[in-house]
């Protein structure tokens, strides 16, 4: 069994190795975001205290909810508008808004509010 044959047997391993470029960027481009999202919650209740720990809760769900607004506007409430690669892009977008946004608000956070 050569090496690319083991890979390939595990699905643990494709999900790591995607098998496709696009379905890698859309892996580790997801977990990336997760991470920002997670840090900034973080970050919001080393700013904050109490309140903080609220706050990044807050933005945790309501990044979750932007996050898949497309999947369930598009696949839920008015299926067969879009083709599934509209909504896949449109979950990109998503995506790629919640990691700008999350930079930007760590950003802020890490220069003028975080106290420990």
């Not at 205290?49 to 609220?54: A, P």
């Not at 977008?93 to 930079?103: K, V």
Request: zero cysteines.
């Amino acid at each position: 069994m050569t090496v690319i044959d083991a890979v390939l047997s595990f699905p643990l391993f494709n999900l790591l190795l995607p098998s496709t470029v696009i379905d890698f960027l859309l892996h580790y481009g997801l977990g990336f975001t997760v991470v920002l999202v997670i840090f900034t919650a973080i970050l919001l209740e080393r700013s904050f205290r109490m309140k903080g720990i609220l706050l990044g809760l807050l933005y945790g769900f309501l990044s979750f909810v932007l996050f898949w607004t497309p999947e369930l506007l598009f696949d839920i409430l008015l299926p067969g508008v879009l083709y599934e690669t509209e909504v896949l892009w449109m979950e990109v977008a998503m995506t790629a808004i919640i990691a700008g946004y999350s930079i930007l608000l760590g950003g802020y956070l890490i220069k003028y509010k975080v106290t420990v």
